[in-house]
């Protein structure tokens, strides 16, 4: 199974860009599909997720500018970022919770490659 995330780049602050993560692989089934982002000398943070029955979560510092969705048919979560701010600065990643063929009954987390965004002010 391997995940690629596409879709960063730089942007003047108050503009937008869409994230993209496609699976790819022995895929069964994908459960949970989430965003995490990671700026220089912080840890790894959940910025948005979204469960198979389609409810989300973000967090409290890109509610309102951020939306993330799904289409189970292509195996690809993105994640629409508006309003963006200097510090959403961060190499952003993709993480979905997958079932493979052959071993339906359980699921591991997989990651994508993150792709870098960066907001100018």
């Known amino acids: 199974v391997q995940l690629q995330a596409s879709g960063g780049g730089l942007v003047q602050a108050g503009g937008s860009l869409r994230l993209s993560c496609a699976a790819s692989?022995?895929?069964?089934?994908?459960?949970?599909m989430a965003w995490y982002r990671q700026s220089p000398g912080k840890q790894r943070e959940s910025v948005a997720g979204i469960t198979s029955g389609g409810g989300t979560n973000y967090a409290d510092s890109v509610k309102g500018r951020f939306t993330i969705s799904r289409d189970n048919a292509k195996n690809t979560v993105y994640l629409q970022m508006d309003s963006l701010k200097p510090e959403d600065t961060a190499v952003y990643y993709c993480?979905?919770?997958?079932?493979?063929?052959?071993?339906?009954?359980?699921?591991?987390?997989?990651w994508g490659q993150g792709t870098l965004v960066t907001v100018s002010s």
């Open positions: 993480n979905m919770r997958i079932a493979r063929f052959g071993d339906i009954w359980s699921s591991n987390n997989y």
């Open positions: 692989g022995d895929i069964f089934r994908i459960n949970a």
